[in-house]
């Protein structure tokens, strides 16, 4: 190792053998990285903040396997052209430095024989890997000597059983996941086996893993990719947003098979929230979820007769079958009031400092605000769901109605648009409150809170409509009002969320310090 | 799996016939060949000189393309061996990503006892050990010598229960720094 050392230095600043691996090193790498790689998320890396038209709307690329695939031959192809080496060579060499291209090159042109060296290619003149019998050969792993015994060796002249090889990358590859940097067998032996190498020595059950795990590296090295968490999807989505930049936009992504998720923690959409005060929120939550468990229950009692009413729509207007009162599920007020211009069931009302003098009731009104926002948080949660049930069940009404009414596919799809915009929207506002819950009042807040009121009551009379027999549904003045109100809808949210990633990109937030957890610094957004 | 009891027979052989310093294996179930029973002396110019500790080894099925797993069955104050009844080792070769195949135990063992004569307080499993190990050698050295008088002298117990049960009543009134039990509940 010791004549490594000198190299390894200068290719990283790790000791690790692995180049890349430190923000420190690579993120210098920002400005020339990436210049001639196929890229939109340098463009949308520019436009953050400042001449963007939506600043919520952050660009990125959805890519299918054939193209990830693609990517990676033409890396590898160019590699193989301007370094003149094998493609196998120029696999491995790429996967090594984690598929930084200009990296590779230049210290390759550098100094050849130590990135080869480092890479586990040393030698290459070496012929093609080929399984031997050797004579008198005894595996040092099975302790195995009949005559006859296939047995193999890298370049490094380790030799072993060809059954003992096998066992030891079925290991690596089914057990471990690893594939691109199997090192040799042999104890203190750092040389990676190559792709030809393997080739000859994976057997067959194991060839579609191996490969899958080869071709899973190139996503998983690339900070700008991603896969898309969905289950059974096999995309990646292109992005510029880094780490660093996760305070000032909360870059939602969506991919084909329909997901939409947070390109920064991998969560499912949390606009406006960023993905630090999510990681928060959902502890909290968690932490005090016996606290708050009773909200999300299915039932309440009416506040008018007592009587148990039970919630199985995802709208909040609730009309006791009894006694007809008429309420909003989540704040229990009349629903009367919820139309007029002093609505204001979604604001906290801070009481003033006086009021709570001691700790005691301090941490009751401190809990008090923390319920008032997960109330609201975990009902549009459940109402999504809730929405979702009945627009199954519609779905299944409306195939009903489409043989009876002659209406035709293309016609009823007006259904499906606000089953989808009231999903999106009650995403958006259910993180509107776990967001609302960790800002602080200032000249801002109001028009947030104004913007969350109108989509909500936008959202909650969508609901209602929805929730009409699909007698009511089918006639055309519903019709058209449904479709309104969902473009209604779109449009809301797409102010409420074009309004707080622009302040937030501008460090306009200032957030509760004591609930952000460090204390020196109560608005993080407003650093540079 | 005849052939992964050649290999484990083999290095059974070499270490029995031509033992590293300081270690004696044994086999507890002579049928058993994935059970092994080691003690351990601690090394000469340590604190832990002058002591026995029991470690059990086991290979898994898949050995040698799985490590084994090394525990310490005599309790001992060390920043890389958990401060329990269990006795985790942190010891890099072992790790998954580490193994190789072709590692012999002996060179495990070995590594092991050298591990007593040069602990690595930066890679700790007990934190506390660690930093005092860094910072107030003498308390460390105090610490440690009390633990091999207390658990590492005399005759070598395997049975982890049998040792910590026997422990347990040696403490008696005058140890009040026991580990492991954390005050658990979390009601306010
Ligand atoms: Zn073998
Ligand atoms: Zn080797
Ligand atoms: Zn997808
Ligand atoms: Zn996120
Ligand atoms: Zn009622
Ligand atoms: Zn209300």
């Not at chain 1, 009773?294 to 009309?319: D, L, Q, V, Y």
């Not at chain 1, 602080?440 to 989509?455: G, H, M, P, S, V």
């Not at chain 2, 061996?81 to 942190?90: A, F, P, R, W």
Request: glycine share 6%; hydrophobic share 35%; proline share 4%.
């Amino acid at each position: 190792m010791d004549t490594d050392d000198d190299f390894m230095s200068n290719v990283s600043s790790e000791d690790d053998m692995l180049p890349d691996d430190s923000d420190n090193d690579i993120s210098g790498d920002d400005d020339f990285g990436f210049d001639d790689e196929p890229d939109a998320y340098i463009d949308s890396q520019k436009e953050i903040g400042n001449k963007r038209k939506t600043a919520y709307d952050i660009s990125f690329k959805v890519y299918q396997p054939a193209d990830v695939q693609k990517q990676q031959d033409d890396f590898i192809d160019e590699v193989n052209m301007i370094l003149d080496i094998s493609k196998e060579e120029a696999a491995i060499l790429l996967r090594y430095f984690r598929w930084n291209k200009e990296r590779l090159i230049e210290d390759y042109m550098d100094r050849p024989s130590q990135v080869l060296e480092a890479a586990g290619l040393a030698q290459t003149s070496a012929a093609l890997p080929k399984m031997q019998v050797i004579p008198g050969f005894v595996c040092d792993i099975c302790c195995e000597d009949e005559p006859g015994l296939q047995s193999f060796a890298l370049k490094c002249n380790h030799r072993y059983c060809v059954d003992c090889y096998r066992h030891y990358l079925s290991q690596k590859i089914r057990g471990e996941g690893e594939a691109a940097r199997i090192q040799c067998p042999s104890e203190g032996c750092n040389l990676i086996i190559d792709a030809r190498s393997l080739d000859l020595l994976v057997t067959p059950e194991l060839t579609e893993r191996y490969h899958e795990l080869l071709h899973r590296t190139y996503v998983e090295d690339k900070e700008t990719l991603k896969w898309c968490p969905a289950p059974d999807c096999q995309n990646a989505i292109e992005c510029g947003v880094k780490k660093k930049d996760l305070d000032k936009v909360v870059p939602t992504v969506s991919c084909l098979c329909g997901h939409r998720f947070c390109f920064g923690c991998i969560v499912n959409d949390h606009q406006p929230a960023p993905c630090e005060q999510v990681k928060r929120w959902l502890k909290k939550c968690a932490d005090d979820s016996e606290t708050a468990n009773w909200i999300s229950a299915n039932t309440k009692e009416c506040p008018k007769c007592n009587s148990t009413i039970e919630k199985n729509g995802g709208c909040n207007h609730m009309t006791c079958r009894k006694c007809k009162h008429e309420f909003c599920w989540m704040c229990m007020g009349l629903w009367s009031e919820h139309g007029t211009s002093w609505y204001n069931c979604n604001r906290f009302e801070e009481k003033s400092g006086t009021d709570a003098r001691d700790a005691q009731a301090k941490s009751r009104v401190s809990l008090e605000r923390y319920l008032h926002y997960y109330n609201r948080y975990a009902n549009h949660e459940q109402s999504a769901r809730l929405d979702k049930d009945i627009y199954h069940k519609t779905e299944k009404k409306m195939v009903q109605l489409q043989k009876e009414s002659g209406m035709s596919w293309i016609e009823v799809q007006y259904l499906n648009s606000a089953s989808q915009a009231l999903q999106t929207c009650r995403q958006t506002l259910m993180w509107t409150y776990a967001f609302a819950f960790y800002l602080a009042r200032n000249n801002l807040t109001e028009i947030f809170e104004d913007n969350q009121k109108d989509l909500e009551m936008a959202v909650e009379a969508l609901s209602e409509m929805f929730e009409r027999p699909i007698t009511e549904l089918a006639e055309p003045k519903l019709k058209v009002e449904i479709m309104d109100k969902t473009s209604y809808c779109n449009k809301r949210r797409v102010i409420l969320l074009e309004d707080t990633a622009q302040n937030l990109a501008d460090g306009r937030w200032t957030f509760n310090s004591e609930l952000i957890g460090s204390g020196a610094n109560g608005s993080s957004s407003t650093r540079r | 799996m005849a052939s992964q009891n050649k290999r484990i027979a083999k290095e059974l052989g070499e270490v029995t016939t031509s033992p590293p310093a300081g270690i004696t294996v044994t086999l507890p179930n002579d049928s058993d060949l994935h059970k092994w029973h080691v003690v351990l002396e601690g090394p000469e110019n340590t604190v832990y000189a002058g002591a026995k500790f029991g470690l059990i080894v086991s290979l898994p099925v898949e050995y040698p393309f799985k490590a084994p797993t090394v525990t310490f069955a005599t309790r001992i104050y060390h920043p890389n061996v958990t401060n329990d009844s269990i006795g985790s080792i942190c010891l890099g070769p072992l790790k998954a990503e580490n193994w190789k195949p072709s590692t012999k135990l002996a060179g495990v063992l070995e590594a092991v006892r050298a591990l007593l004569a040069e602990p690595m307080p930066d890679d700790p499993l007990e934190a506390r050990i660690a930093d005092e190990y860094r910072s107030d050698r003498k308390e460390f050295d105090k610490n440690a010598r009390v633990y091999v008088q207390r658990y590492a002298k005399g005759a070598v117990k395997f049975d982890a229960l049998a040792a910590a049960a026997e422990a347990d009543a040696k403490k008696g009134a005058g140890a009040g720094a026991g580990s492991g039990s954390s005050a658990g509940g979390g009601a306010p």
